[in-house]
Structure formats: C-alpha cells, structure tokens
C-alpha cells in the first residue's frame, strides 16, 4: 500500500506521494462526519528527481489542463473507508502517469489510392456518363 508505485518501468518512491485526507459526502451512515474517509493523492511531475527528462516532459505537456504548479492531483471519495480509497487514488494516478507517459503514435504514412480504386472510380463515372447520355435527345 504504501510501497513505491510503478509507472512505465518507473519506480516513483511513497516519498514523492503526497496524501491528504478530508471528510467525505456521500456514503458513510453515521460516522459520515467523523471519519476523513476522502483522500488526495499528489505528485509533483516537475519536480521529481525518479522521473527521467523525456517522460515528464511527455507527462507536462499531456496532464497541462490537470496540473498546478506541475502536481497532478487525484482525489477518491466513492468508497466507505478510507483504505479502499487510498487505493482507488493510487490506482487512478497510476492510470493516469502511465496514459501520458505512453510514447506517441507512429506517423501515419500517406499512400495514394490503388490501382483497383482507381479502376472502379473510373467504371462508375463511365456508367454514370452512359446513363446520362441515353437521356439526350438524339441528334438529327
């Protein structure tokens, strides 16, 4: 639980993980307001020293619109206690850290269209032409 968490090959030690707790809405019965069952997960992308350059540069650029002053945040309040949502939090910035570290998507080469396209592009504009012209008035 409280181990390093792994993300791309990358070990991030717990102590670059910063947790916060908080009283959560929702689902609790009576202790709803007295346990702090919501958690706050932090990490701070741009300072992490386990990070290697080219994947938090990947990281900053993809999680710009989530990150402040580069820490991205993820906060979990769906389950009663607070141990299921401690692990929902590191679950879902695993996810997150590992979605925007993937390297990019190879090029799309562009090709030209195939002879085969080519051949039934030109039948149909033939047949389209044939059909036209049986519609003309014949000359006289």
Same mark, same amino acid.
């Given at each position: 639980?409280?181990?390093?968490? +792994? +993300?791309? @090959?990358?070990?991030?030690?717990? @102590?670059?993980?910063?947790?916060?707790?908080?009283?959560?809405? @929702?689902? =609790?019965?009576?202790?709803?307001?007295?346990?702090?069952?919501?958690?706050?997960?932090?990490?701070?992308?741009?300072?992490?020293? +386990?990070?290697?350059?080219?994947?938090?540069?990947?990281?900053?650029?993809?999680?710009?619109? $989530?990150?402040?002053? @580069?820490?991205?945040?993820?906060?979990?309040?769906?389950?009663?206690?607070?141990?299921?949502?401690?692990?929902?939090?590191?679950?879902?910035?695993?996810?997150?850290?590992?979605?925007?570290?993937?390297?990019?998507?190879?090029? #799309? #080469?562009?090709? =030209?269209?195939?002879?085969?396209?080519?051949?039934?592009?030109?039948?149909?504009?033939? #047949?389209?032409?044939?059909?036209?012209?049986? $519609?003309?008035?014949?000359?006289?």
């Amino acid at each position: 639980m409280n181990g390093p968490l +792994v +993300v791309r @090959g990358v070990e991030i030690p717990a @102590g670059e993980l910063a947790w916060r707790f908080s009283r959560s809405s @929702g689902p =609790g019965g009576q202790s709803v307001n007295t346990a702090d069952s919501r958690v706050e997960l932090s990490f701070d992308v741009r300072r992490s020293a +386990v990070l290697p350059d080219v994947l938090r540069d990947r990281m900053l650029s993809r999680l710009s619109h $989530r990150l402040v002053d @580069g820490v991205l945040t993820v906060a979990a309040s769906e389950y009663r206690s607070q141990h299921r949502n401690r692990e929902a939090a590191r679950t879902r910035l695993a996810e997150l850290l590992t979605e925007a570290g993937a390297p990019p998507a190879p090029r #799309r #080469r562009p090709t =030209g269209p195939t002879l085969g396209s080519k051949e039934r592009r030109l039948a149909g504009k033939k #047949r389209r032409s044939e059909t036209k012209a049986l $519609r003309r008035r014949p000359f006289d």
